[in-house]
């Protein structure tokens, strides 16, 4: 529609540096270059005219399936045409054996009957397609570039590859049998290297075999086994492997509403995904990119320490100023943001996401230097100064600051986790006591100014009769026990004040933003979890079954979904949702029981 594909139509592709996404006809329509926070050289997902793109599929009418190949992040598409079948195999490829290029993108052609005609072309745009773009031929191999990025095509029983000034590209013939191969390696700062075809297959099966190596290690055999090793393949893609950091999503500014403001840069690390994702490695059995995670998060928010930045670049970075892009946005949603302003927000309820972090890790059998040890108490006094203080809360508003009563409950979290540690002497215990004191406070707060008598509930914040999905995070992260009365008396009332069914609202009442947002998919999750902990899992089974058939057709997620038509609306895949996931699906235990 108007040039632009529904997000349920991409799948993800990645090579723990940068993330591609491939839409059902062939079109990659969204890669940074060289790594995921960067500029696009492909952006059509955010400008269908001036993004650039990379097409591929067949010149006639087709039907298509696809799926990953079993346990990887290797893309198999199969178009059906009257005439034949061809399957595409896309992947970035992982470094390995000589010199290989800075980054590689690979597209294997293989004809399986009959006969196809096939067309590629590659429109490069740098910069967000705000850079002008060279294309020329360099001994015979196409390559454009601006300034200091580059980018070469390589292509093999392809077609007769032409360049003109906007694009490089060949139509060919795929009979049964056959099979092309189209590589596209990229240089930054430094000159391209042009590999041969046995490089490139050697890397691409090599690639294969990496993802099923790396799959073979979760611990997950449930039910819901695919869903999971899915969504865990996901996160794998976010994983910045450089610095450990995971990126909540890989795309900037997919609207939470189309046509409408909601539009946000992805693009980075948030602290209040760290416990999710601690867990979920260490249930996963990925301990690797656990103790690599850690010690990122460790040294990020060490240059700030013992106030927290909300969010970090992926290289630990604190720059994060916000900025609007002269691009028409996702079906006309604008502004087009990169870079993100909520990163000098106050919002509490991180000092609890970094000290359950703390307690996650050591209870996994992390160890922590007496330093570090000394920079988590010297947090944890710092909640017991700002505690009182309003913020902006979990969902970052862009309103007055409140009270809002999740970032409370997560002071507390924080003050009961430095106990925790203390007790078990990963930290020193000396400001104990006053631990203790302000934790009881915090309850003695949220008991008196955070419940409605008249909802039966907890409320988004004190003295007001909003909900918010976030209260579900007080039975997960154990603020109460989940079959406390008042917290089995909330999960009802989320249920009944945001629920669509399966899927749930973020909150009631304003945000300081105009128009409406999606159900929150992680909040859907989250509702599974914390019914299955207040001991009603047959209908929270029935529930996690309901929300898995809202994935694409190959298990992912976006952040948001419209119920009344199950479209994907916000930055695609979302890393929290599929954490959500995966949380919610190991309360039934890592093979599936209670």
């Not at 060289?34 to 650039?52: T, Y």
């Amino acid at each position: 529609m108007g040039g632009y594909a529904p997000i349920a139509d991409y799948a993800a592709i990645g090579d723990g540096r940068t993330v591609a996404l491939v839409a059902r006809d062939g079109a990659i329509d969204w890669l940074c270059l060289p790594n995921l926070d960067s500029p696009s050289v492909f952006g059509a997902v955010i400008d269908s005219e001036r993004g650039g793109a990379f097409t591929l599929a067949p010149e006639g009418a087709y039907e298509v399936t696809r799926r990953y190949a079993p346990d990887t992040n290797v893309l198999e598409t199969t178009f059906t045409t009257r005439d034949g079948v061809v399957r595409v195999t896309d992947a970035m490829t992982l470094p390995g054996g000589a010199l290989p290029p800075l980054r590689e993108l690979v597209r294997r052609v293989d004809g399986l009957g009959g006969r196809v005609a096939m067309r590629w072309r590659v429109t490069p745009r740098f910069g967000y397609g705000l850079r002008k773009t060279r294309i020329a031929a360099r001994d015979g191999v196409p390559v454009a570039s601006a300034g200091n990025d580059a980018l070469a095509v390589r292509a093999w029983d392809a077609g007769n590859v032409r360049c003109d000034a906007d694009s490089i590209g060949a139509s060919f013939e795929a009979q049964a049998g056959h099979r092309a191969t189209v590589a596209m390696v990229t240089a930054h700062d430094e000159p391209l290297v042009i590999p041969g075809r046995a490089q490139v297959e050697s890397r691409l099966d090599a690639t294969r075999e990496f993802w099923r190596r790396w799959s073979s290690g979760g611990r997950y055999e449930g039910p819901w086994r695919e869903a999971v090793i899915r969504s865990a393949l996901a996160l794998k893609l976010l994983v910045y492997a450089p610095s450990g950091a995971i990126a909540a999503a890989p795309t900037t500014s997919l609207p939470e509403r189309e046509g409408g403001e909601r539009n946000w840069d992805y693009r980075f690390c948030w602290i209040r995904d760290s416990s999710f994702t601690l867990e979920a490695l260490s249930q996963l059995g990925c301990l690797g990119e656990m103790e690599s995670f850690f010690w990122w998060f460790m040294h990020a928010t060490k240059l700030t320490r013992p106030a927290l930045q909300v969010l970090y670049r992926l290289d630990g970075g604190t720059h994060l100023a916000e900025r609007i892009l002269p691009l028409d946005g996702y079906r006309g949603s604008r502004p087009v943001r990169i870079g993100n302003a909520a990163a000098s927000q106050r919002q509490l309820d991180i000092y609890g996401d970094l000290l359950d972090t703390a307690w996650v890790y050591t209870s996994r059998g992390g160890r922590i230097a007496r330093d570090t040890g000394d920079e988590l108490a010297e947090v944890a006094d710092y909640v017991c100064d700002v505690w009182r203080a309003p913020d902006r809360g979990i969902w970052e508003v862009r309103m007055a600051p409140r009270h809002f009563t999740h970032s409370k409950a997560m002071c507390w979290v924080a003050l009961d986790r430095a106990q925790r540690l203390a007790s078990t002497q990963h930290i020193r215990g000396r400001s104990a006591a006053r631990w203790r004191a302000e934790a009881a406070e915090i309850r003695a707060f949220i008991e008196t100014r955070c419940w409605s008598s008249r909802l039966e509930s907890y409320v988004a914040a004190a003295g007001d009769e909003d909900l918010d999905a976030s209260l579900l995070l007080m039975a997960i992260m154990r603020y109460r026990e989940p079959d406390d009365p008042r917290i089995r008396a909330t999960i009802e009332a989320v249920r009944r004040h945001l629920a669509h069914g399966p899927l749930v609202y973020r909150y009631t009442g304003e945000d300081g933003l105009a128009g409406r947002e999606g159900a929150f998919v992680c909040c859907s999750f989250w509702l599974v979890e914390a019914l299955a902990l207040a001991g009603r899992q047959d209908e929270a089974a029935r529930m996690m079954e309901t929300l898995l058939a809202y994935a694409n057709d190959v298990g992912l997620y976006a952040e948001e979904l419209e119920p009344s038509t199950g479209a994907f609306l916000g930055n695609f895949p979302q890393a929290l949702v599929h954490l959500a996931l995966i949380s919610a699906a190991m309360v039934f235990g890592p093979r599936g029981g209670t």
